[in-house]
Each structure stands twice: as C-alpha cells, then as structure tokens.
C-alpha cells in the first residue's frame, strides 16, 4: 500500500490549488479527480459561463456601437463558434493545471475516490494510506422534487453548456447567481428568456438596491418573483404567485436553485456531515484527525475562490503555520451585463448586527473612465457602508463594467479593517473606475 503525505478527493479549484501548494512545500501528495481537472468551475461554471458571457457581451457592443464612432454591418451570433471558443479555453486550463501539478510533483489519477477507513482511501483498483485527507467533492446542481422536472428538456448548467442550437424560450427556474448569469446570456443573444424565482428580488446575496437595479437593467428578461414552479410538462412552466397560475411557454428549461454538497458517505467512517456538508472548524478541519473538507462539499461559502482559500488554509495547518478561514471579507461577483461585485455587509445586514450605520451611494456615470467609455445611459452605481460612529468600512457594492476587477481592493480594505480616513489617504489611478469606492466615501 502506498503512503502519502496527503491525499485529496477532487480537483477543482480547492483541490489543485491545495495540492499544488502542498507539492511545492515538499509534501508527497497525491490528487484523485472522477472527471477533469479544474472541477465544476473549469469545466460547467465559472470558466464556460463567462466566456460565453463575454461572446453575448461583444454582440451587443457591436450592435450598438455607432454611439462610439464605430459601424459594424451584418453582425451575427455563432452559438456554434461561441461553444468552440469557451471548450478551447476549458482545454487550455485543463492542460495548465496539469502542468502546475508535474511542475510541484503532485501524482494525479482519473478515477472514482472512497474513503475506506480514516486512514485508507481506494481509487483505481489501488489502495492507499495517508497522513492528511482533504476532501474537496464539491457540489452538484439539486433538482427539487417538481413533476416534471426529469423530461429531457430540463438541464442544469451541465446539460446548458452543451446545447447546439439556441431555444426559442428559456424559463430559468432560480434568480440566483447562476440563474441570472445565463439569463442575461441567453437574452442577449435574442432569446426570449422568463426567469422565475420564489424570493422578493433576485441575487439574495446583494444589497437590496443592488438587485433590484440589476433586475431592471436586464430589461429583455421577464423576471417572475414570490413565484413557485408547480409543474412542468414538454412545452410549459407552470407557476402560482398571488393564488393564480400562470403557463410560460418553453422549449427549454435551467435548472438554477442551487446546489447540494457531494459528501461521499464519509458518515459511514465517522466524519460529521450536516445536511449542508462536512462540519468543519476554522482550519477546514472534520471532527476526525487528519481528515480536512474544503470548498462547496462543507457548505461554509460555495465560490471558487473560497475553496481555494480554504485550500491554502488546510494546508498551512498541515505545515504547522498558523492561519484560519476568515469570512468577513470573501468577495463575490455575478458576471451579468452589468457586472455587480459586492464584499462585507449590506446596509439591512449591518444595521442587523447592530451597527449605527452611515451609507453613501454614488453613479457610474460620475466617473471619468466610465463615461469616457460607456456614456451616460449605461447603469451603474458604488455604495459603501460605514460604521458611524467608529469610521469603520463595513462593505462595498458596485454595480457596473469592471465591478469584477475592482472588488478585491475593497476585500483588502475589510481585511485590514481600514477606516474612512485610511482609504481616503490611498491614491487611485486616474482615470479609472475603481476611483468610485473613494469617491463614495467622500460622498458620506
């Protein structure tokens, strides 16, 4: 039986990152993946999904870009083209992720893991043994029990990022993250797109102001909330709201209400699993020695730059350096048209906890780099909110090109637990668009 310092069940971007940093402190590590490296997020997510965002986004700015002194004729959507794009791009960071692993010495095998004992884990006909297991499974979609959901024109975002041809008539079933981000795909591309989801707004994660705005700007999307899906049948959505029942038509429906830890019955071996996922403490530990759970499969925070942040965390304490998964700070990013970004508390959370709060919000269009580039009637917005009494950031919220890229900053500021003063004295480079957090802080 061969031994190895660290064994772990899953390369997605908690488990490669973890194996790569464990590699290269000098670690034997070995990586079990059923499917391809990179996991969800390569391969049926963050990857596919934004690469088919960014096609839907170059087809509007062509159409509509006369505005900007620039005539394009006979534009056109390839669905086909779009689909060959984003699998390069998926193949491309398979094989850079297959590099990084030979470069840090990691062993890797393609098969199915199961954890025999808190010491043994079997894979590929083979048994092996280890100090330190790090299970990092994953999630899959979860489908509700919704008659009708099984008929085979129901997809996750699996079967949605295989489609060759464009529906008619998309119902998105979910106003999540996931929902939205091929909502505001699929819409743009001329497809007549209905999203309906139980809760007031969408993107429950946002600042009320935020979703609400977002909701608005996708205006080719019929969006259905404090809706409940019924049933479906081979041509319609069924929904009740306010007693009533309404038929959407669909030729295709997605599946987007969220996700359900893959926890490989370690319960059978002792591991304590919530339904949520794998309990774990601040160092992504399980109640058993040696054995660590990261990323969507413990439930904590299901983004890929968590798992590999809990990845780092897990291997830190294997290597006896101090660290622990903080998350006040984790960013997130929903990358519709517009992009919104948030990270710390909303306005309504902080008031929650007690906060005295004080709470500024400044246009898009306020700003230099962003008029320059998108005019005056492209929506947008930053808010931040501070703790009165104290000048303490509590959160940041954007609304806008480029809220992705800019959002880390103000994850660091939260980090270092910056107030108003501190970030006031930081220069910004002009012009660009992340001026609007300061900006908005002056607004206060």
Not at 364 to 377: I, Q, S, T
Not at 409 to 424: N, Y
Request: charged share 20%.
């Amino acid at each position: 039986m061969e031994h190895y310092d660290l064994i772990v069940i899953g390369a997605g971007p908690g488990g490669y990152i973890a194996a790569e940093r464990a590699g290269h402190a000098g670690k034997k590590v070995l990586l079990i993946e059923k499917d391809n490296l990179g996991g969800v997020c390569t391969n049926w997510g963050c990857i596919p999904t934004k690469s088919l965002l960014n096609s839907s986004k170059l087809y509007k700015k062509a159409l509509h870009s006369e505005a900007y002194g620039v005539t394009a004729e006979k534009v056109s959507f390839s669905l086909k083209k779009a689909m060959a794009h984003k699998q390069d791009t998926i193949e491309t960071l398979r094989k850079g992720i297959a590099f990084l692993m030979k470069s840090n010495k990691v062993d890797v095998i393609f098969a199915e893991a199961q954890v025999t004992s808190p010491k043994t884990v079997q894979a590929d006909g083979k048994e092996f043994s280890f100090d330190n297991l790090f299970v990092a499974s994953g999630s899959t979609a979860f489908v509700p029990p919704i008659p009708g959901a099984d008929l085979p024109h129901v997809l996750t975002n699996e079967g949605i990022l295989q489609i060759e041809k464009l529906p008619e008539n998309l119902v998105v079933i979910g106003g999540g993250v996931i929902g939205v981000e091929f909502a505001s795909f699929f819409s743009a591309v001329g497809v007549k797109v209905s999203v309906v989801e139980m809760m007031d707004e969408i993107i429950p994660l946002m600042d009320g102001d935020f979703s609400k705005a977002l909701r608005k700007s996708l205006s080719k999307v019929d969006f259905h909330l404090k809706a409940k899906v019924t049933k479906i049948d081979a041509s319609s959505v069924y929904f009740e709201k306010d007693g009533a029942e309404t038929a959407l038509p669909a030729d295709t429906v997605l599946m987007a209400v969220g996700r359900r830890p893959l926890t490989l019955g370690l319960e059978t071996i002792g591991v304590d699993v919530a339904p949520q996922g794998i309990r774990v403490d601040e160092q992504m530990r399980t109640n058993l020695p040696g054995i660590f759970a990261i990323g969507d499969v413990n439930g904590k925070s299901l983004l890929a730059h968590s798992a590999s942040r809990m990845g780092e965390v897990a291997v830190n304490t294997i290597l006896g350096q101090p660290d622990r998964m903080r998350y006040g700070a984790v960013p997130w990013a929903v990358y519709t048209d517009p992009e919104a970004a948030g990270c710390g508390l909303t306005e309504a959370q902080a008031q929650e906890q007690g906060y005295k709060v004080q709470s500024a919000s400044v246009p898009m269009r306020a700003n230099g780099r962003f008029l320059a580039e998108l005019g005056k009637k492209e929506p947008g917005m930053c808010k931040v909110v501070v703790d009165e009494e104290s000048g303490l950031l509590l959160g940041v919220h954007l609304l806008g090109v480029y809220s992705s890229e800019i959002i880390h900053s103000a994850a660091g500021m939260l980090e270092m637990e910056l107030r108003v003063q501190d970030i006031k004295e930081i220069i910004f480079p002009h012009p660009s668009v992340s001026e609007i957090i300061k900006d908005a802080l002056w607004a206060l």
